[in-house]
């Protein structure tokens, strides 16, 4: 019985994509918005156009492959208050599932949390969610998909992947 | 009167056609057909290829109109991804530096 519910969960943790649907209607608030949300066909689509002359594009178009999906939301508002501590606790009680981790999470009374997420499964990292609330901006990124950490430590130059959270993956767990 | 019989039957004789009688036949019934055919159905061909030339090109431009928009969003994506993770490095190590 116990391994029948650990089958019918794998396939729920590779599925299971952030919702932030509800975050849309802060854009009519925000003076500026960004609202991204890219899934495979269109990861691929984009992928295309990522040259491979470059060592570190070719890492981001390797990484960008393995990607499920990118969805970003990002908002800048006129007034500290414009949005609500609801708003994000709709995101925190999807992350609150087992198969997420929290790697990071930073507190300051000036400029607000900062968290971010790793998805896991079988020590590898299949998700990256990450939230950064300041009074007067709000940004959710959720990236669903296989992240090698040995490719995020590649990034550094191009795509800026902090060395804090390649070391917070599953596979350095195991080593420990 | 028996030598206009005579002319009457050589002029109304069964005549053999030529060899290539069949093939002239063809060939006239062909040039006829093609200078009688009505006008529509060449219009109507040519705009049938100019529409499937044009919406080629069109999918051709929207695909990579997509393809061009979805790489745009994808940069940007990584871009506010790289930021706010550097910025939330900066502050984990801020304290400690």
Known sequence: MKYLALLLCIP??????????????LGSKAENS????????????????IPEDDADAAQV???VSALKGISVRSFEFKNAGDYTGADVDEIRV?????????VVEVHSKT?????????????????????????????????DGAIDPEDLGKM????????????KSGKDEDKK | MIDFENQLRSALEREQPSEDFT???????????????????????????????????????????REQRAHEQLMLALRITSQKLQQIEKKVEGPHR
């Open chain 2, 23 to 65: 093939r002239k036949t063809l060939v006239r019934a062909a040039v006829f057909k093609q200078a009688h055919r009505p006008r529509w159905r060449t219009w109507i061909a040519g705009s049938v290829a100019a529409s499937l030339l044009a919406g080629t090109w069109g999918a051709t431009q929207l695909e990579h109109r």
């Open chain 1, 156 to 167: 550094g130059g191009y795509f800026g992947i902090p060395k804090s959270i390649r070391y």
């Open chain 1, 34 to 49: 960004v609202n991204i949300t890219l899934d495979s066909g269109l990861l691929n689509l984009a992928a295309r156009f």
């Open chain 1, 12 to 25: 729920c943790a590779w599925t299971q994509v952030l919702k932030l649907d509800h975050l849309d209607r």
């Open chain 1, 94 to 102: 999807q992350l609150r599932d087992p198969a997420w981790k929290s």
């Open chain 1, 111 to 143: 400029e607000g949390d900062s968290n971010i997420w790793l998805k896991t499964l079988s020590g590898r990292i299949i998700g990256l969610a990450l939230i950064a609330a300041e009074p007067k901006k709000l940004t959710i990124v959720s990236i």
């Open chain 1, 61 to 63: 178009k390797k990484l």
